[in-house]
Every structure is written in structure tokens, then in C-alpha cells.
């Protein structure tokens, strides 16, 4: 089993940055990848970024290019810096682990950008 905790989001105007930040316990030495998710009101939950436990990263085209995924491997935490935030990025934001086949989500934090 593993927990994972988020932190940073929040209400920012279109522009503007904020960081994400999520914790893992409990089997997180089994953890493969890790990356955020976003869900929108009325859409379906979307990959944002990913990272693997070597450091390889992928990102979605919208967001390629203005943020930025990292990870302590020590820490068990990821972290997600998001600039140049635009009114689309509002969604609700979930942190995600990979282990072995099975997905371990947190509760999400709420993303708002105000245009």
C-alpha cells in the first residue's frame, strides 16, 4: 500500500505559478513511476506529467514547455512547477504512483486560474 499526500494548489491569476507537491508512504520504495493528473468539471481525468524512477520524463502537449515535473527518490515526493498558468488549467489535481501494475492515487488539490 501506498499513501500519497498533495500540496500547493490554489487560486492564481492567468500568468502566474504555483507549485504541486505530493508525499508517498508506506511501500513507497516499490514506487516505479509517479506523475500528476488533472480533471476538469465535466471531463475526464488527464495525463499532465510523468516521471520515472531513473528520471525520464513526458508531459502532455498543453502543458509541455511550462511545466515542470521533478522528484526526490530519497524524499518519496514529486513535485510539479507550474508557470505561465493559463484559465484551462483549472482542474482538480491528483498525484499518482506506479507499483508493478497497481495505481495509487491522492485526494487531489484544487487548481484555479483566473483570466
Known amino acids: 500500500q501506498v499513501q500519497l499526500v498533495e500540496s500547493g494548489g490554489g487560486l492564481v491569476q492567468a500568468g502566474g505559478s504555483l507549485r504541486l507537491s505530493c508525499a508517498a508512504s508506506g511501500s513507497s520504495d516499490r514506487i516505479n513511476d509517479m506523475g500528476w493528473y488533472r480533471q476538469a468539471p465535466g471531463k475526464q481525468r488527464e495525463l499532465v506529467a510523468t516521471?520515472?524512477?531513473?528520471?525520464?520524463?513526458n508531459y502532455a502537449d498543453s502543458v509541455a514547455g511550462r511545466f515542470t515535473i521533478s522528484r526526490d527518490n530519497a524524499k518519496n515526493t514529486v513535485d510539479l512547477q507550474m508557470n505561465s498558468l493559463k484559465p484551462e488549467d483549472t482542474a482538480v489535481y491528483y498525484c499518482?504512483?506506479?507499483?508493478?501494475?497497481?495505481?495509487?492515487w491522492g485526494q487531489g488539490t484544487q487548481v484555479t486560474v483566473s483570466s
Open positions: 499518482n504512483a506506479v507499483v508493478v501494475i497497481w495505481n495509487y
Open positions: 516521471i520515472s524512477s531513473g528520471g525520464s520524463t
